[in-house]
């Protein structure tokens, strides 16, 4: 099973930023946090991951809670071709099983 | 650089039937993942493949297989077809060691009828 919570849903205004939050409360120490979004009828792609420090990316930054237990990605200024389903997942890095879970379908709004 | 390549992109079969897809990684990926995505169970782990060796296996039916070749390149193999695995069938690949991202390629879609 998914070891993450997300809201099914979530609407943000285009050109502003998106703010995905993700619950990992039984997230173990050397699990990393990795975030995935699917636009329709692709295959996923990576966005960002982390371990315990915020980390930026030129597509998104991701805000990790200091006790590891929830994170949040951020797209900094959303445009409508970021309208997906975004996951949050939490893996070690040795293994490369992915267990996905529903994610949170993002809209962006004209 | 080239992305990961899934063929065929679209497959129909009709039940009982077996059937193979192929997936062919980034150049210098020795790991191969399998996904079967549906509306109804979301996207779920298949199996993995590392140097020809699978290295992980979720929780399908023995009618599921993979095979992974010296070149990195993976089959899966979906045999007695039911009406239940018509799906999109991704495939992922990485590095495989340590710190490392999955790319995905753009599936297959087989329908069962």
């Known amino acids: 099973d998914a070891k993450t919570t997300q809201p099914p849903s979530m609407d943000c205004a285009e050109g502003r930023a998106a703010n995905l939050p993700c619950n990992h409360s039984?997230?173990?120490?050397?699990?990393?946090v990795y975030w995935y979004r699917q636009i329709h009828s692709q295959g996923p792609q990576y966005i960002i991951h982390?371990?315990?420090n915020n980390e930026t990316n030129e597509m998104a930054s991701l805000i990790i809670t200091e006790d590891r237990k929830s994170s949040t990605l951020i797209l900094p200024h959303a445009t409508l071709r970021d309208t997906a389903v975004y996951y949050c997942?939490?893996?070690?890095?040795?293994?490369?099983?992915?267990?996905f879970g529903k994610g949170t379908r993002l809209h962006i709004l004209p | 650089k080239a992305g990961v390549t899934q063929t065929p992109r679209y497959l129909i079969k009709t039940r009982g039937q077996q059937v193979t897809l192929s997936c062919s990684p980034i150049?210098?990926?020795?790991?191969v993942s399998w996904y079967q995505q549906t509306p109804g169970q979301g996207l779920q782990f298949l199996f993995e493949?590392?140097?020809?060796?699978?290295?992980n296996k979720g929780n399908f039916p023995g009618r599921f297989s993979g095979r992974q070749f010296s070149n990195s390149r993976s089959e899966m193999n979906v045999s007695t077809l039911e009406l239940g695995d018509s799906a999109l069938y991704l495939c992922?690949?990485?590095?495989?060691?340590?710190?490392?991202?999955?790319?995905f390629g753009q599936g297959t879609r087989l329908t069962v009828v």
């Open positions: 039984t997230i173990s120490g050397n699990e990393y």
């Open positions: 493949y590392f140097s020809e060796t699978q290295r």
């Open positions: 992922a690949s990485s590095l495989g060691t340590g710190v490392t991202e999955a790319f």
């Open positions: 150049s210098g990926h020795r790991s």
């Open positions: 997942i939490v893996r070690v890095n040795r293994d490369d099983k992915i267990i």
């Open positions: 982390g371990l315990k």
